[in-house]
């Protein structure tokens, strides 16, 4: 704490796995130092009795969230915390001059009527949220790197959006033929005491949930009319994998033109992430593990077409609370500041 | 061994997984007698050093493939070996009077041409592969109570196709629109030591493998095709997933009729499924978890309507080593006897 | 429901893992018939609402805990609750005319000072509890034959009871030495839903808890002392292990005599449990694997002795939920039912 | 790959765990450099074909070992090859004025007897033997700092050796009490395909090995009888974990003194890991879990005093992988070149 030249920042939600992915690799970066780390329940109590395997590295307490006192001691705050919070909290850490980086849903939305409708919470920061920036560096960087509000997207839109971009921004699908078959490991659903997220019931077990009706879909297609130019409708299907860590998924499109062929498209790919350090595509017939990117922020992307049936298979693969949470907060932040994207960020996993 | 008036049954590749499943649902079934255990690389082997778990039931010694000591000593054989090994076996077996059930995939092809391009044998046996009936019996049950020689199908097939018969059989989707995501445990790989199969590699992990071009699709567009009345190509990708036991296939298909809700399937796949004992529809809004297949011989199917896109999404589970594999054989050989189709077969998982 | 003959049980407790064991075990015997679902969170849920994949086998709403309708619809009251909950219920159950088998701690004491010293609660029913048999069949098969009143004992004594009685029993071992270090996977906490047994923290995680003071240390050592003829303490540390099912028993004791090999332990174990069909002893050479156990009411044991230190090697497993919980009670029921102590319980694993 | 002022090393052994270990930490490692990755059976094959995962990062071909080429090439030597093949290949490697680092058992051994007696391997350079240095930094800091040969232990000495050291080294406790109860996730096993590595054996499962003759019994005792000043004979047990990484170590010894408490042994345990940054010595009553140590070096250790039983419980966690095999090696090379121990280490686990 209080390393010269360091940025202080802020973690508010600091108990949550979010929290402590976030603390993590602030701790871990050249540039940044934690300056406070909030929280609401947990307040008052010593973050490594949340936290036992980092009582040496971590001495804080978890304080209460007071807004001046954080923007008092802190350049840039992460807003860790469920839905529906960040947008009382922002507008007023954005007056007193804080970046603010919200890992929640609440910024994500251009069109407030549609977050109100999946959210059921009514706002008022009209103003604060057109001016927040959707945190997903590969398709906005530009965007992000002026920002002073960014609402950066969780890990289903992430590994959905990063495999699904290419095709639609060069219109090579027939956008309604898209559907996302997604598969989570637990640690999506936080540290929260669920009896469907116990070992004993999740372990040796798979299922699907929130079928057809799942938050994230309108904030994926939010994204794909936004690429496409016209709106777009995607088919979004979620699951839960007895795995801690990893988000995997499999994306269906049907081929406007079907002479394509893999090649092609990773040629088309290729040069989209051309500036993208953290997207890794992989040669043809590799198909990507979600293991590859456990511990890291990358994405990795494997492609498959079916001359049978026209149709494009896209695999993407990311870390769920790196690259799918805190990782891309902190690659946002490195744009922000006008750092380098890779900047303090983990990419080598571990393996086995 | 040797209760009177039991059937005296022979496994033979009796040191797989299939086959060590059979041994104890045979041993569990109050008509069957174990009459033969049969193995190439395990032959003289005691089965319980194979399986050490079934010291105390099993004491029988793993004999080498004699045909001739096999007919004479069973009524009904079940081959649980390698594609390419049932083909030069099940002829001779039959000849001699054995009612011959076949979990590989050499006779569940109508033509063996289909066979022969997807599995790289060659076939002489053109004749008894004719009379071979496809072991699904939720779909062929009146065929496989008169069939000497069944094929029985895989787990993928099975629950995929459990998923989409009442669709295609009453015409409710666009049947080129139909895509299986489906999912497995790793016991599917069989009890081969395979590196990709290691717990180090395979825990923690999800991946996707031989996308648009596994050799079930061709088998479950056979049997679509046959419930469609026209050629049908569906796009099927299994995954690896870090469990046991347990096939989950998630389908999507564009209805005909956008107007159909989720009540409207529910009736018709009651309906289709009426007879059917081991398909357990699940009520409107409960999707089916792989666990509560476990141990069983049940699929249990879910389904949704999305009516933003008009598309259907039917979710199947089952046991993959049981009514993915053998217990749907031993349900065959039930029908094939004219007994209940319950007979002897576990229906109450273990849970959690 | 009311099959003729059958006798009518109640489970109360129904809800949890040791209720939906009870009710599967309940309905797969041959000479049981599930009367009553009783609890108290649950109360007016249908069972199949709490467990959704028995919705076709249970129709049964879980009732509240009515003593007098109990007794009026049971002749036999499994209670699987909470501590301190059973010592109010079964006085009142027992002077109804019911046979009571309980689950929890309450009746598994023989001394009250000890259960409320260890889990604080004040004692009323002396005179009942000391009617109380506990309720381990290979110790104590006689007197559960004549009870009323089995207090079963859970997973980690039973484990580790049948791991060491012979040695205690035939004065082998140098009592104080005795060291038992013993993992569990994770069901043994129940489903409940607690942060630490989230399949995102315990899966990939293996530790310690309650070292030197767990509860069931004074249970083990009742018994223990029982078998030696005088007092004994044992060393007890419990782990919590990425599984769902089964306890380890690792049992390390100083042999009295240095010259005992392997085979003589082997012997003398077999004679220990000729009339025990539920244990299973082990080829020299072969340990045991939780796995075998799963989904059975076995116990396996396996012996090695080390000539360089002297020591004995006891390692047993059982599954947790069956024999080391409702399994266990489904054989005492057996035996004061004086039928076979096997009837109705599952003998032959699933594997893998 | 051959940066300016960084010390060229190799990995021998590159496609095991081992070796894929050490790349990433060479590669992490601020004053390596990958000069030379070499192996038997995978030698000519792309690295990054044996794990796809690192294709982006290391473009490296696996090359045969051609110890001339590797001298040349290299400063410093990494052997991750099974026993007995890195006592053919040190000599000539030491001549050549190559550092070597060993990560098999043939110089972990101070009387070659042992050696061969345990290992079946007849050796021949009993000189070079007797300059290996046991690669345990927190023993034998000052040695490894001078050594040319070290010969690291792997995961069970190590976490065994640094829970008891303290109490040997200050005669706390009886030695020969001292029973080690460890449990091993899988990947100790290696990239090995061996059947009962497979997730379908080992998920769900747990299981005791070379019960009383494991080889790792004799290393330890060498390093127990050192401390001692006397001969020590232990009690080790080794158990097969259903999870990827991480040792646990339960070790119990009865103490000399039984005034002796928690706090007492807390404090002469800090002051023997004083200047070990690599150990964690957790506050009294947090005991650890083998998640927490998991892709970090560190080693936490717990202890407990049963005073009923006048027993020390000691527990130690570290990752199998890293602290247990190739974090040693890379620990001890910091000290051979005079770095600071924790230099390029990973300090800080991903959590959950």
New interface residues.
């Given amino acids: 704490m209080g390393d010269v030249g360091r940025i202080p920042v802020g973690v508010i939600g600091a108990s949550g ?1 979010g929290g ?2 976030l603390v ?1 690799l602030v ?2 970066h050249p540039q940044l130092d934690l300056a406070y780390l909030g929280g609401d329940s947990s307040a008052g109590r010593d973050f490594s009795s949340v ?7 971590v001495n804080q307490t978890i304080e209460p969230i007071d807004l001046t006192q954080i923007a008092d001691r802190c350049d840039v705050v992460f807003l860790s915390l469920p839905n529906g919070l960040a947008c009382k909290m922002a507008p007023q850490l954005l007056e007193k001059g804080c970046k603010v980086l919200d890992l929640s849903a609440d910024y994500r939305f251009s069109d407030l009527g549609i977050y109100t409708y999946w959210y059921q919470v009514e706002r008022t920061d009209q103003e604060i949220a057109e001016t927040a920036v959707y945190g997903l560096p590969e398709l906005y960087r530009d965007r992000i790197s002026e920002a002073q509000l960014v609402g950066c997207p969780g890990s289903y839109p992430t590994a959905s959006l990063l495999a699904l971009s290419p095709l639609l921004k060069q219109g090579l699908i027939i956008p ?1 033929t898209a ?1 996302i ?1 997604a ?1 989570s ?3 999506s ?1 936080g ?1 929260q ?3 469907e ?13 929130s ?2 009706r799942h938050r994230h879909t309108p904030e994926i297609e939010q994204v794909c009319s936004d690429l496409s130019g016209h709106e777009v ?3 979004f ?1 979620p ?1 839960l ?6 988000i ?1 998924a ?1 994306v ?1 499109a049907t081929l406007r033109d079907p002479g394509l062929v893999r090649e092609d498209l990773l040629t088309i790919y290729s040069a989209f992430y051309r500036s993208s350090p953290w997207v ?1 595509l ?2 043809s017939g ?10 890291t922020n990358l994405c ?1 992307i ?1 492609i ?3 001359p ?2 026209a ?1 494009v ?1 896209v ?1 993407a ?1 990311i870390d769920n ?1 790196l690259k799918g949470q805190a990782g891309q907060a902190i690659q946002c932040l490195n744009l922000m500041m006008g750092w380098d994207e890779m900047l303090g960020l983990p ?6």
Same sequence: chains 1, 2, 3, 4.
């Avoid at 997220?197 to 949930?209: H, I, M, P, Q, R």
């Fill in positions: 796995y402590v992915q993590r701790m871990d936290y036992p395997h980092l009582f040496h590295q309604e559907i078959d598969k490991g637990t640690s659903g540290r005491a669920k009896v997220l116990l070992l004993a019931e999740a372990e040796n077990s798979l299922g699907a949930y079928v057809a409708l995607v088919q299907t699951h994998v007895p795995m801690v860590r990893g995997f499999t269906y890794k992989l040669p590799v198909y990507p593990q979600t293991k590859w990117a456990s511990g990795y494997g498959e077409v079916d049978r049936t149709r298979i695999m693969t609370l990419r080598l996993s571990f393996y086995p």
